[in-house]
């Protein structure tokens, strides 16, 4: 079930009626969005994990990381950032990157699942 032809970039495109937003101008919008929530996020989270990405990149190189880090070596530091953080030493953001190190296994599990050396989560991400 098709709606009628909406105009993008001076074409006419048909779009799936289930998937259409129709908002009080007249305007339509796909939902293929409504699953993810980027609104929701942190901006003071977002802010501190760039700060530590920054770190990184003067430390070690710019994408560094992506060359593949063992899952296994990401969480361990994620761990000990965690416990630094309870143990109150404040000599670095130990939450952000603690964060930072836990995405990047996200990331690893999509995109680099060969980084991915817990045994319990070989399969899943093979």
Not at 25 to 38: H, I, M, Q
Not at 47 to 69: D, F, M, P, S, V
Not at 81 to 90: M, Q, R
Request: proline share 4%; glycine share 8%; with cysteine.
């Amino acid at each position: 079930m098709y709606e009628p032809e909406v105009e993008a970039l001076g074409e006419q495109v048909m779009l799936p009626q289930e998937e259409l937003a129709r908002f009080s101008t007249g305007a339509v919008r796909s939902t293929d969005a409504d699953g993810e929530r980027w609104d929701l996020i942190t901006p003071i989270g977002l802010r501190r994990l760039a700060e530590t990405c920054a770190e990184g990149a003067r430390k070690y190189g710019e994408h560094n990381w992506q060359k593949g880090i063992p899952a296994s070596v990401m969480l361990n530091h994620a761990i000990r950032h965690i416990y630094l953080y309870l143990a109150g030493d404040n000599s670095e953001d130990h939450l952000a990157h603690a964060a930072w190190n836990i995405l990047g296994v996200c990331h690893f599990e999509e995109a680099l699942p060969e980084m991915m050396d817990i045994l319990a989560r070989k399969q899943e991400c093979a």
